[in-house]
């Protein structure tokens, strides 16, 4: 199962909307892409899942070009409760590998 | 609706003593189930991961082990353990045919 390679940090104002990439370079056939996000003490959350194309539910969407290479979570318009860590780890048959993630902080 | 539970929350032990974590799921049948840990600021590192009952996949040579003597039954074990296996302990489950994991609240372990 392929790794995963996302920005470490990034800082955005409320109202914005906020684009998080990961990089899957290695990404198999049978290989999902999945996003969750984590509050600090707290088990991470399912946000998302596309295999490609785009996928969009009611709190985010998600881009993924032809080549499965890449994809981009989009939150849009972000509030104070968005801070938190979001990680994209590929869902093969049975494992994950989560890598570090992205600690988002969004600003008043 | 499917819930799954984790206890204890919070856990101090010294150095050398056993440990034994337990997870349940309910409201679904033969999930894949998984044990993880999450040391301070860090990602998650998957330790063990089980698709039925007494079928166990270790990802990580430690002092840990895992048991699933029921199909929503989870447990973590360790004979002795070790100032380095302090840490976030997530226990996380998937129903078959799905690729989205749902995870417990976590029990936070203090080695001293």
């Known amino acids: 199962l392929a790794k995963t390679t996302q920005p470490i940090s990034m800082d955005s104002y409320e109202g914005q909307e906020v684009n998080i990439t990961c990089s899957h370079n290695?990404?198999?056939?049978?290989?999902?892409i999945t996003w969750y996000q984590q509050f600090p003490s707290q088990g991470p959350r399912f946000i998302i899942q596309?295999?490609?194309t785009k996928v969009t539910n009611e709190v985010a969407s998600l881009f993924i070009p032809a080549d499965r290479k890449s994809s981009t979570l989009s939150l849009p318009r972000v509030s104070l409760s968005d801070t938190a860590v979001y990680y994209c780890?590929?869902?093969?048959?049975?494992?994950?590998?989560f890598g570090t993630g992205t600690r988002l902080k969004v600003l008043a | 609706s499917q819930t799954i539970h984790q206890w204890p929350a919070t856990l101090v032990q010294p150095v050398g003593s056993p440990l034994s974590l337990e997870c349940t799921v309910e409201?679904?049948?033969?999930?894949?189930l998984y044990w993880y840990r999450q040391a301070a600021g860090r990602g998650l590192q998957l330790l063990f991961y089980?698709?039925?009952?007494?079928?166990i996949s270790s990802e990580v040579p430690q002092n840990l082990s895992a048991s699933r003597p029921q199909d929503r039954q989870f447990i973590l074990s360790s004979k002795k353990l070790l100032l380095s296996d302090s840490g976030f302990y997530l226990c996380?489950?998937?129903?078959?045919?799905?690729?989205?994991?749902?995870f417990g609240p976590g029990t936070r372990l203090t080695v001293t």
């Open positions: 996380a489950w998937r129903g078959t045919g799905t690729y989205e994991q749902y």
């Open positions: 089980s698709v039925g009952i007494g079928q």
């Open positions: 780890p590929l869902s093969g048959t049975y494992k994950y590998i």
């Open positions: 596309g295999y490609k």
């Open positions: 409201g679904t049948s033969n999930p894949n």
């Open positions: 290695n990404i198999a056939t049978n290989d999902y």
